[in-house]
């Protein structure tokens, strides 16, 4: 097949990066991969309860989310701050402590899923810090799986949002750090949990993540916001006005994104007709801020007769190098 290549330059300008009180902020297209603004991207940490993000995401990577986790006094040593009141010899489905880690931030469901999965804390954190540096979160150090400070536990919010990105593509954890509110079952008894993460009732477009909070790190809030099709992760770091800053956040991205819409009409060589060509069209739409490139394949020639609407071939449109969209190239005319 041929294949034409043309580039669409930039939408216009982008918006002006609204002020911010986060310490640390990336603002990350999840499609594309690609950082739309950043404040400080690289900057070491503490991270709170996003934290918990990672760990949830191992649990529900782990293939054990139906098993039932017998809570121990090892898993509750040393725990402060939010819990989901966990007692020991309680009776828990895994799945129900990533509910409760993630929805009500609770450390004692966020340990419960390291020693189950890992046996201690200390190994766990090994298998958080191996499934970061797969991510590519280069300057991440994983000691505890709830988030409470100790050591050297830190990160950036370049690397949370590559873990935001992770996260959101494990379809288990995209849909629990969905919900506003949901019920486990805790040996027999059920308990209604509600999400920390108030974004969630300030606009639709909000579908996760993880909120945090220690003195050390102060306010910590990992998001992700649906846009014409586009997922779009923000993370701010000592935050003291986090849900604000996620507000102008996606301000900002409304008026980064522009619709962008357009299409071509070329001539295909047209062998057994009188006219010699059949004319083909592909059109396409779609919302993006960054350059596009657009790959149209056909063949070098079409066999009469063709139909009006008949596909000879297709197009595609990248941004980034990542697939946006795949339109078909169809006939505009009867030939025969």
């Not at 609407?309 to 025969?336: D, H, M």
């Amino acid at each position: 097949m041929f294949c034409l290549m043309e580039a669409i330059p930039a939408v216009g300008s982008i918006a002006s990066v609204p002020a911010l009180s986060a310490q640390c902020a990336v603002v990350m297209d999840m499609t594309t991969g690609s950082v739309l603004l950043s404040k400080n991207q690289n900057q070491s940490a503490a991270i709170a309860s996003t934290t918990k993000i990672m760990t949830c995401l191992l649990a529900c990577e782990s293939g054990r989310l139906n098993e039932t986790v017998t809570v121990d006094r090892e898993m509750l040593t040393g725990l402060e701050g939010t819990s989901v009141n966990l007692k020991h010899g309680d009776t828990v489905l895994l799945s129900d402590l990533v509910k409760g880690a993630l929805l009500a931030s609770g450390n004692d469901a966020a340990n419960a899923i390291a020693f189950y999965l890992a046996g201690s804390k200390e190994a766990f954190a090994a298998l958080m810090n191996r499934r970061a540096a797969a991510l590519g979160m280069k300057n991440t150090r994983f000691v505890t799986p709830s988030g409470l400070d100790e050591g050297d536990h830190r990160s950036t919010a370049l690397d949370m949002a590559l873990l935001a990105c992770a996260a959101l593509k494990n379809e288990t954890l995209a849909a629990v750090a969905a919900e506003k509110s949901d019920t486990i079952t805790v040996s027999g008894a059920k308990r209604t949990l509600l999400n920390h993460n108030k974004l969630l009732s300030l606009d639709d477009g909000f579908i996760g993540l993880k909120t945090g909070y220690t003195k050390k790190a102060g306010r910590c809030l990992v998001s992700a916001y649906r846009y014409e099709g586009n997922t779009v992760i923000c993370v701010t770091l000592n935050a003291p006005d986090d849900w604000n800053d996620h507000l102008k956040l996606v301000s900002w991205v409304k008026e980064a994104y522009q619709p962008i819409s357009g299409g071509e009409t070329l001539s295909i060589p047209l062998v057994g007709a009188a006219k010699g060509t059949v004319s083909v069209r592909f059109a396409y739409a779609v919302t993006a801020c960054a350059s596009l490139v657009i790959k149209v394949y056909y063949y070098p020639f079409a066999y009469a007769p063709v139909t009006a609407g008949e596909p000879l071939g297709f197009a595609e449109i990248y941004c980034e190098n990542v697939l946006l969209q795949r339109v078909e190239l169809t006939a505009t005319e009867n030939s025969s």
